[in-house]
Structure formats: C-alpha cells, structure tokens
C-alpha cells in the first residue's frame, strides 16, 4: 500500500477531528506485532527471572567466598569489586523490568484492541508502545554517555 492510499484512509469526523480507520492489512500487522511482543515479553521474563535466580547464587558464594577470605591473603579488596559489580548486576536487572512491562502491556492491549474491545484498547496500546521507545531512547542516551565518559577517562589516563 502506498503512503497515499494510507492517507486517503483518513476520515473526518463530525468534529473535525481525524480519526482512523484501520483496514485488514494494518490490523494483520498489529496483531502480528502484539503476538511477537507477547512472546518476546514473555522469553524477557523468563531470562529476568533466571538473572535474578543467578545473581542470588552468586551473593550467596561471594557471602561464603567472604567468610573464607581470610585463607587467602590479598583478595581483601577482591571482595568489595565483586559486590560492587553484583550490585550493577542487580540494578541491571531491575531496569531490565520496565521495557518488559511496557512491551507486555502494549502486546496484551493491542491484542485486546483487535479483538474488538473499542478505541480505548488501541489507545492504550500505542501509549505503551511510545513509553517503551522513550525508556529505550533515554536509556540508550545513557549508555551512550557513560560509554563516552570511559573513554575519555582512558584517554586521560593514558597521558
């Protein structure tokens, strides 16, 4: 379908707002898109869970390794790394929970929507949708910036 059949689908309404009208095609790949998101929300989950099960067996041998750390001399700061980098891991996990949410929440609305449950449904969906791009987004900008403060933190170590 081209642009210009798409916007001929465009309709006004009686007051004077647009509104859509979604045809077989577009319906397709909605409930396409919501089915691949309810899987991929779903696989994330599991994934999350396991993370979570792996981060508490790994607090659990570093809590042992510590117990232990005095049969071997010069870990002591060893110790700290390690929880620090436990502790990433878990923040890690936390913010991971979000982008599921939305993408499980614009799956099961726009399911939802396609099956006839109104307007609202479709509305919903898209504004989950558009939570879950700006999580993305902001988070991406993050890494970007912390990846450019690494950088220049070897570079000036490297002087």
């Given at each position: 379908m081209e642009n210009s059949e798409i916007l001929d689908e465009f309709q006004a309404s009686r007051n004077s707002e647009k509104e859509w009208v979604i045809n077989h095609q577009m319906q397709e790949s909605l409930s396409n898109a919501a089915q691949w998101g309810n899987i991929l929300a779903i696989i994330g989950f599991v994934l999350l869970g396991l993370g979570a099960v792996v981060g508490l067996a790994a607090i659990a041998s570093i809590a042992t390794f510590?117990?232990?750390?005095?049969?071997?001399?010069?870990?002591?700061g060893m110790t700290i790394m390690i929880w620090v980098a436990i502790g990433l891991y878990i923040v890690l996990l936390v913010v991971y929970i979000f982008p599921l949410l939305y993408l499980k929440r614009f799956s099961a609305q726009m399911k939802a929507a396609m099956a006839g449950e109104g307007s609202q449904s479709l509305a919903d969906s898209f504004e989950n949708l558009g939570k879950l791009f700006k999580f993305l987004g902001i988070l991406t900008l993050i890494v970007i910036g912390v990846y450019f403060a690494f950088y220049v933190l070897m570079f000036a170590a490297g002087m």
């Open positions: 510590g117990a232990m750390g005095e049969d071997f001399p010069g870990m002591e």
